[in-house]
């Protein structure tokens, strides 16, 4: 695992949803993103040790059963939770989706129209 934003500014992660579920649910979508997050911040703050002993009590993990590559593994993967600091876990930056636009450009792969309409912090913003 290497953090890709450093080379190559990119979303991570992303929920989706339709317009259409999102406008006739909003509470419910809040709702979801803060518990997503709230599971995010644990992730980062907890001992990665007790986070694998709980993910191997109810999952059948098949990648590596090396224990101390898992344990990195979850680091690495907090790391570029963090990537741009833990005010901005689960939430959307411009920026980078800016860059990240741009990118697929120049390299011929898409051209985005506008951008800013792939993207909200609707749900995070939400006060309820």
Same mark, same amino acid.
């Given at each position: 695992? !290497?953090?890709?934003?450093?080379?190559?500014? #990119?979303?991570?992660?992303?929920?989706?949803?339709?317009?259409?579920? =999102?406008?006739?649910?909003?509470?419910?979508?809040?709702?979801? !993103?803060?518990?997503?997050?709230?599971?995010?911040?644990?992730?980062?703050?907890?001992?990665?040790?007790?986070? &694998?002993?709980?993910?191997?009590?109810?999952?059948?993990?098949? =990648?590596?059963?090396?224990? =101390?590559?898992?344990?990195?593994?979850?680091?690495?993967?907090?790391?570029?939770? &963090?990537?741009?600091?833990?005010?901005?876990?689960?939430?959307? #930056?411009?920026?980078? !989706?800016?860059?990240?636009?741009?990118?697929?450009?120049?390299?011929?792969?898409?051209? #985005?129209?506008?951008?800013?309409? &792939? !993207?909200?912090?609707?749900?995070?913003?939400?006060?309820?």
């Amino acid at each position: 695992m !290497w953090s890709a934003g450093r080379y190559a500014p #990119v979303p991570g992660g992303v929920i989706i949803t339709t317009r259409g579920f =999102a406008e006739k649910n909003a509470d419910a979508c809040a709702k979801f !993103w803060r518990g997503m997050r709230a599971s995010a911040l644990e992730l980062i703050k907890e001992d990665p040790n007790k986070i &694998l002993d709980r993910a191997e009590k109810k999952y059948d993990i098949s =990648a590596n059963k090396d224990r =101390a590559f898992r344990v990195a593994a979850i680091k690495a993967y907090n790391e570029m939770m &963090l990537a741009q600091g833990e005010a901005n876990v689960m939430r959307n #930056v411009p920026e980078i !989706w800016t860059k990240s636009a741009d990118l697929m450009a120049k390299a011929g792969i898409a051209k #985005v129209a506008n951008v800013d309409a &792939l !993207w909200t912090n609707k749900f995070a913003d939400a006060k309820s």
